[in-house]
Protein backbone atom coordinates (compact mmCIF):
# COMPACT_ATOMS: atom_id res chain seq x y z
CA UNK A 1 0.00 0.00 0.00
CA UNK A 2 1.22 3.30 -0.28
CA UNK A 3 0.12 6.84 0.88
CA UNK A 4 -1.61 8.73 -0.83
CA UNK A 5 -2.33 12.73 -1.17
CA UNK A 6 -5.97 14.62 -3.22
CA UNK A 7 -3.90 17.48 -3.57
CA UNK A 8 -6.98 19.42 -3.47
CA UNK A 9 -6.17 19.80 0.43
CA UNK A 10 -3.23 22.24 -0.33
CA UNK A 11 -5.27 24.33 -2.23
CA UNK A 12 -3.52 27.46 -0.70
CA UNK A 13 -0.12 26.00 -1.97
CA UNK A 14 1.31 26.80 -5.46
CA UNK A 15 1.82 23.00 -7.14
CA UNK A 16 5.27 23.11 -6.67
CA UNK A 17 4.78 23.92 -2.37
CA UNK A 18 1.61 22.03 -2.21
CA UNK A 19 4.22 18.88 -3.44
CA UNK A 20 7.03 20.20 -1.73
CA UNK A 21 4.89 19.79 1.55
CA UNK A 22 3.45 16.24 1.11
CA UNK A 23 6.82 14.95 0.42
CA UNK A 24 7.91 16.10 3.82
CA UNK A 25 4.68 15.11 5.28
CA UNK A 26 5.43 11.50 4.17
CA UNK A 27 3.13 11.26 0.80
CA UNK A 28 4.51 8.68 -1.38
CA UNK A 29 1.41 8.98 -4.51
CA UNK A 30 -0.72 11.89 -5.61
CA UNK A 31 -4.09 12.66 -6.80
CA UNK A 32 -4.79 15.79 -8.66
CA UNK A 33 -8.16 17.33 -9.28
CA UNK A 34 -8.80 18.36 -12.62
CA UNK A 35 -11.64 20.43 -12.45
CA UNK A 36 -15.79 20.22 -11.82
CA UNK A 37 -16.54 19.73 -8.22
CA UNK A 38 -12.63 20.38 -7.56
CA UNK A 39 -11.41 24.21 -7.95
CA UNK A 40 -8.94 22.48 -9.89
CA UNK A 41 -5.65 24.18 -7.83
CA UNK A 42 -2.90 22.13 -9.40
CA UNK A 43 -3.94 21.32 -12.87
CA UNK A 44 -4.59 23.53 -15.61
CA UNK A 45 -6.67 21.06 -17.95
CA UNK A 46 -7.26 23.14 -21.07
CA UNK A 47 -2.94 23.75 -20.62
CA UNK A 48 -2.15 20.68 -20.28
CA UNK A 49 -4.03 19.35 -23.34
CA UNK A 50 -2.67 21.81 -25.76
CA UNK A 51 0.91 21.79 -24.80
CA UNK A 52 3.16 18.59 -24.37
CA UNK A 53 6.15 20.57 -22.90
CA UNK A 54 3.90 21.30 -19.99
CA UNK A 55 2.69 17.97 -19.27
CA UNK A 56 6.14 17.03 -18.89
CA UNK A 57 7.46 19.53 -16.18
CA UNK A 58 3.78 18.34 -14.79
CA UNK A 59 5.26 14.79 -14.08
CA UNK A 60 8.92 16.12 -13.83
CA UNK A 61 7.60 17.87 -10.85
CA UNK A 62 5.87 15.51 -9.54
CA UNK A 63 8.93 12.55 -9.77
CA UNK A 64 11.56 15.24 -8.51
CA UNK A 65 9.27 15.52 -5.19
CA UNK A 66 9.80 11.02 -4.78
CA UNK A 67 6.23 10.92 -5.78
CA UNK A 68 4.20 9.15 -7.61
CA UNK A 69 0.75 9.92 -10.19
CA UNK A 70 -1.74 8.00 -8.61
CA UNK A 71 -4.57 9.02 -10.42
CA UNK A 72 -6.95 12.69 -11.74
CA UNK A 73 -10.28 13.60 -10.23
CA UNK A 74 -12.95 14.91 -11.82
CA UNK A 75 -15.96 14.30 -9.98
CA UNK A 76 -18.85 16.09 -10.81
CA UNK A 77 -22.38 15.53 -12.24
CA UNK A 78 -22.44 15.49 -16.20
CA UNK A 79 -26.17 13.69 -16.29
CA UNK A 80 -27.21 17.24 -14.28
CA UNK A 81 -30.66 18.41 -15.91
CA UNK A 82 -29.55 21.61 -17.05
CA UNK A 83 -27.76 21.32 -20.52
CA UNK A 84 -25.27 23.60 -20.24
CA UNK A 85 -24.16 22.52 -17.05
CA UNK A 86 -23.83 18.32 -17.67
CA UNK A 87 -21.92 19.24 -20.95
CA UNK A 88 -19.58 21.32 -19.06
CA UNK A 89 -19.05 18.29 -16.44
CA UNK A 90 -19.16 15.82 -19.29
CA UNK A 91 -16.32 17.90 -21.09
CA UNK A 92 -13.88 17.94 -18.05
CA UNK A 93 -14.45 14.22 -17.77
CA UNK A 94 -13.94 13.86 -21.27
CA UNK A 95 -10.77 15.72 -21.51
CA UNK A 96 -9.73 14.27 -18.24
CA UNK A 97 -10.08 10.99 -19.98
CA UNK A 98 -7.39 12.45 -22.85
CA UNK A 99 -5.08 13.73 -20.22
CA UNK A 100 -5.10 10.60 -18.45
CA UNK A 101 -3.74 8.89 -21.77
CA UNK A 102 -1.59 11.40 -22.67
CA UNK A 103 0.32 11.35 -18.50
CA UNK A 104 -0.07 7.47 -18.33
CA UNK A 105 -2.57 7.61 -15.46
CA UNK A 106 -4.86 4.60 -15.04
CA UNK A 107 -7.17 5.61 -12.65
CA UNK A 108 -10.20 8.32 -12.64
CA UNK A 109 -11.81 9.41 -9.43
CA UNK A 110 -15.22 10.65 -10.71
CA UNK A 111 -18.85 10.12 -9.29
CA UNK A 112 -21.95 9.21 -11.22
CA UNK A 113 -23.88 12.43 -10.99
CA UNK A 114 -27.85 12.63 -10.49
CA UNK A 115 -30.32 13.43 -12.96
CA UNK A 116 -33.50 14.92 -12.56
CA UNK A 117 -37.03 14.27 -14.08
CA UNK A 118 -38.21 13.57 -17.75
CA UNK A 119 -39.99 16.74 -17.50
CA UNK A 120 -37.05 18.67 -17.03
CA UNK A 121 -36.12 21.73 -14.80
CA UNK A 122 -33.49 22.93 -12.51
CA UNK A 123 -32.26 20.75 -9.81
CA UNK A 124 -31.19 16.77 -9.51
CA UNK A 125 -33.59 14.16 -7.94
CA UNK A 126 -31.71 11.90 -5.62
CA UNK A 127 -34.18 8.78 -5.29
CA UNK A 128 -33.44 7.01 -1.97
CA UNK A 129 -37.12 5.40 -1.34
CA UNK A 130 -39.77 3.11 -2.84
CA UNK A 131 -42.90 4.16 -1.75
CA UNK A 132 -45.14 5.82 -3.26
CA UNK A 133 -44.30 3.91 -7.01
CA UNK A 134 -43.67 7.22 -8.27
CA UNK A 135 -40.00 7.30 -7.20
CA UNK A 136 -39.22 3.69 -8.20
CA UNK A 137 -40.79 4.59 -11.75
CA UNK A 138 -38.77 7.43 -11.87
CA UNK A 139 -35.51 5.85 -10.61
CA UNK A 140 -35.85 3.22 -13.47
CA UNK A 141 -36.11 6.33 -15.97
CA UNK A 142 -32.86 8.11 -14.48
CA UNK A 143 -31.04 4.79 -15.21
CA UNK A 144 -31.75 4.03 -18.23
CA UNK A 145 -32.33 6.77 -19.89
CA UNK A 146 -29.64 8.81 -18.17
CA UNK A 147 -26.95 7.25 -16.13
CA UNK A 148 -25.97 4.00 -17.84
CA UNK A 149 -26.15 5.69 -21.75
CA UNK A 150 -23.84 8.22 -20.51
CA UNK A 151 -21.48 6.33 -18.57
CA UNK A 152 -20.99 3.42 -21.10
CA UNK A 153 -20.29 6.08 -23.92
CA UNK A 154 -17.81 7.47 -21.57
CA UNK A 155 -16.36 3.74 -20.54
CA UNK A 156 -15.59 3.26 -24.30
CA UNK A 157 -13.54 6.74 -24.50
CA UNK A 158 -11.97 5.75 -21.55
CA UNK A 159 -10.83 2.27 -22.87
CA UNK A 160 -9.47 3.95 -25.65
CA UNK A 161 -7.22 6.50 -23.74
CA UNK A 162 -6.03 3.65 -21.91
CA UNK A 163 -7.56 3.64 -18.75
CA UNK A 164 -8.29 0.95 -16.72
CA UNK A 165 -10.86 1.95 -14.24
CA UNK A 166 -13.52 4.24 -13.57
CA UNK A 167 -13.03 4.63 -9.46
CA UNK A 168 -16.90 5.98 -8.57
CA UNK A 169 -16.97 7.34 -5.34
CA UNK A 170 -20.31 6.24 -3.80
CA UNK A 171 -21.39 9.66 -2.48
CA UNK A 172 -24.81 10.69 -1.06
CA UNK A 173 -26.65 12.53 -3.72
CA UNK A 174 -25.72 10.98 -6.65
CA UNK A 175 -27.24 8.02 -8.67
CA UNK A 176 -24.24 5.45 -7.26
CA UNK A 177 -24.14 5.70 -3.51
CA UNK A 178 -23.47 2.18 -1.53
CA UNK A 179 -23.21 -1.33 -2.95
CA UNK A 180 -26.27 -2.10 -4.63
CA UNK A 181 -26.57 0.95 -6.86
CA UNK A 182 -22.68 0.35 -7.70
CA UNK A 183 -22.80 -3.30 -8.85
CA UNK A 184 -26.12 -1.96 -10.64
CA UNK A 185 -23.60 0.70 -12.54
CA UNK A 186 -21.20 -2.38 -12.37
CA UNK A 187 -23.26 -4.76 -13.90
CA UNK A 188 -24.95 -2.68 -17.05
CA UNK A 189 -21.51 -1.55 -17.83
CA UNK A 190 -18.82 -4.14 -16.93
CA UNK A 191 -15.30 -4.49 -15.16
CA UNK A 192 -13.76 -0.75 -15.91
CA UNK A 193 -16.28 0.37 -13.69
CA UNK A 194 -14.61 0.57 -10.36
CA UNK A 195 -15.17 2.18 -6.61
CA UNK A 196 -13.75 4.73 -4.80
CA UNK A 197 -13.89 3.56 -1.58
CA UNK A 198 -14.31 6.50 0.89
CA UNK A 199 -15.61 4.99 4.31
CA UNK A 200 -16.26 8.61 5.66
CA UNK A 201 -19.37 8.25 3.17
CA UNK A 202 -21.08 4.90 4.97
CA UNK A 203 -20.78 6.00 8.53
CA UNK A 204 -23.73 8.26 8.44
CA UNK A 205 -25.63 5.87 6.59
CA UNK A 206 -25.34 3.33 8.94
CA UNK A 207 -23.43 1.28 6.67
CA UNK A 208 -20.05 -0.35 7.82
CA UNK A 209 -16.96 -0.33 5.56
CA UNK A 210 -15.86 -3.25 6.24
CA UNK A 211 -18.89 -4.83 5.28
CA UNK A 212 -18.81 -3.01 2.04
CA UNK A 213 -15.54 -4.18 1.70
CA UNK A 214 -15.90 -7.53 1.85
CA UNK A 215 -18.93 -7.56 -0.80
CA UNK A 216 -17.07 -5.29 -3.44
CA UNK A 217 -13.99 -7.21 -3.02
CA UNK A 218 -11.60 -6.70 -6.34
CA UNK A 219 -14.06 -3.65 -7.58
CA UNK A 220 -12.24 -1.74 -5.42
CA UNK A 221 -10.49 0.26 -7.65
CA UNK A 222 -8.70 2.91 -5.17
CA UNK A 223 -9.33 4.32 -2.13
CA UNK A 224 -10.15 7.74 -0.15
CA UNK A 225 -8.75 7.62 3.18
CA UNK A 226 -11.20 9.85 5.29
CA UNK A 227 -12.76 9.92 8.08
CA UNK A 228 -16.57 11.39 10.13
CA UNK A 229 -17.39 12.02 13.08
CA UNK A 230 -21.46 11.24 13.66
CA UNK A 231 -22.61 12.80 16.79
CA UNK A 232 -25.21 9.86 18.94
CA UNK A 233 -27.02 12.42 20.58
CA UNK A 234 -28.02 14.40 17.35
CA UNK A 235 -28.39 11.39 15.62
CA UNK A 236 -31.08 10.02 18.18
CA UNK A 237 -32.94 13.24 18.16
CA UNK A 238 -32.34 13.80 14.28
CA UNK A 239 -31.84 11.06 12.19
CA UNK A 240 -29.36 10.33 9.78
CA UNK A 241 -31.39 12.68 6.83
CA UNK A 242 -31.09 15.62 8.77
CA UNK A 243 -30.22 19.20 6.91
CA UNK A 244 -29.56 22.29 8.86
CA UNK A 245 -27.02 23.91 6.75
CA UNK A 246 -25.16 26.60 8.90
CA UNK A 247 -24.81 24.68 12.15
CA UNK A 248 -21.80 25.09 13.80
CA UNK A 249 -20.09 20.86 14.09
CA UNK A 250 -21.50 20.54 17.55
CA UNK A 251 -24.63 20.93 15.80
CA UNK A 252 -24.25 18.22 13.25
CA UNK A 253 -25.91 14.84 12.98
CA UNK A 254 -22.21 13.88 11.33
CA UNK A 255 -18.94 15.88 10.20
CA UNK A 256 -16.09 14.76 8.36
CA UNK A 257 -12.59 14.14 10.56
CA UNK A 258 -9.44 13.50 10.31
CA UNK A 259 -7.95 10.19 10.00
CA UNK A 260 -8.62 9.10 14.15
CA UNK A 261 -10.51 12.19 15.11
CA UNK A 262 -13.99 10.37 14.01
CA UNK A 263 -13.02 6.66 14.49
CA UNK A 264 -9.73 5.40 16.08
CA UNK A 265 -6.83 3.53 15.28
CA UNK A 266 -8.26 -0.07 15.72
CA UNK A 267 -11.23 0.94 13.12
CA UNK A 268 -7.73 1.93 10.78
CA UNK A 269 -6.14 -1.51 11.27
CA UNK A 270 -9.10 -3.59 10.20
CA UNK A 271 -9.62 -1.25 7.79
CA UNK A 272 -6.71 -2.01 5.57
CA UNK A 273 -6.96 -5.65 6.77
CA UNK A 274 -10.04 -5.95 5.13
CA UNK A 275 -8.48 -4.32 1.52
CA UNK A 276 -5.59 -6.27 1.33
CA UNK A 277 -7.87 -9.33 2.27
CA UNK A 278 -9.78 -9.11 -1.17
CA UNK A 279 -6.18 -8.07 -2.74
CA UNK A 280 -6.18 -4.32 -2.27
CA UNK A 281 -2.78 -3.00 -1.91
CA UNK A 282 -2.89 0.18 -3.39
CA UNK A 283 -2.95 3.94 -2.56
CA UNK A 284 -4.72 4.90 0.00
CA UNK A 285 -5.27 8.57 -0.84
CA UNK A 286 -5.84 11.18 2.03
CA UNK A 287 -8.90 13.40 1.81
CA UNK A 288 -9.29 16.75 3.82
CA UNK A 289 -12.42 18.60 4.50
CA UNK A 290 -12.46 18.65 8.50
CA UNK A 291 -13.83 21.81 9.58
CA UNK A 292 -12.40 21.90 12.61
CA UNK A 293 -8.31 21.64 11.49
CA UNK A 294 -5.65 23.16 9.77
CA UNK A 295 -4.93 21.27 6.46
CA UNK A 296 -1.49 20.58 7.24
CA UNK A 297 -1.68 20.02 10.13
CA UNK A 298 -4.32 17.64 9.29
CA UNK A 299 -2.65 15.72 6.48
CA UNK A 300 0.64 14.89 8.66
CA UNK A 301 -2.15 13.67 11.57
CA UNK A 302 -3.93 11.15 8.90
CA UNK A 303 -0.09 10.24 7.55
CA UNK A 304 0.99 9.55 11.10
CA UNK A 305 -2.17 6.93 11.45
CA UNK A 306 -1.44 5.48 8.14
CA UNK A 307 2.11 4.45 8.76
CA UNK A 308 1.38 2.69 12.12
CA UNK A 309 -1.84 0.62 10.26
CA UNK A 310 -1.18 0.02 6.42
CA UNK A 311 0.83 -2.81 5.01
CA UNK A 312 4.10 -0.84 2.67
CA UNK A 313 5.20 -4.65 1.95
CA UNK A 314 4.05 -7.98 0.72
CA UNK A 315 2.87 -10.39 3.37
CA UNK A 316 5.18 -13.28 4.55
CA UNK A 317 3.90 -16.55 3.48
CA UNK A 318 4.60 -19.43 5.69
CA UNK A 319 3.71 -22.80 5.44
CA UNK A 320 0.12 -24.13 5.61
CA UNK A 321 -0.87 -20.35 6.28
CA UNK A 322 -4.07 -19.65 4.54
CA UNK A 323 -3.93 -17.74 1.51
CA UNK A 324 -4.29 -13.73 2.11
CA UNK A 325 -7.01 -13.37 -0.56
Known amino acids: MRIGLFTDGLAHLPFGEALSKASALGVQSVEIGTGNFSPSPH???KGMLESAAARAQ???????????????????????????????????TRKTLRLAGLLGVERIVCMTGCP??????????????????DFLELLQWQWEEKVIPFWRRTAELAKAEGVQALCFELHPGMSAY????????????GPIVAANL?????FFQGMDPLAV??????????????DARVEPHNLAVQGSLDLQPGKPVRD?????????????IQFWADFVSALRSVGYDGVLSIEHEDP????????????????????????SVFPGAPPAF
Open 43 to 45: CDL
Open 58 to 92: FLEQIESHHLQLAALNCSGNPIHPIPEVAQQAAEV
Open 116 to 133: GTPEGGRYPNWVVASWPE
Open 178 to 189: NASSFLRLREAI
Open 198 to 202: DPSHF
Open 213 to 226: IRTLGPAIGYVHAK
Open 252 to 264: LVWAYRTLGYGHG
Open 292 to 315: LMDSEEAIGRAVELLRNTAFFAPP
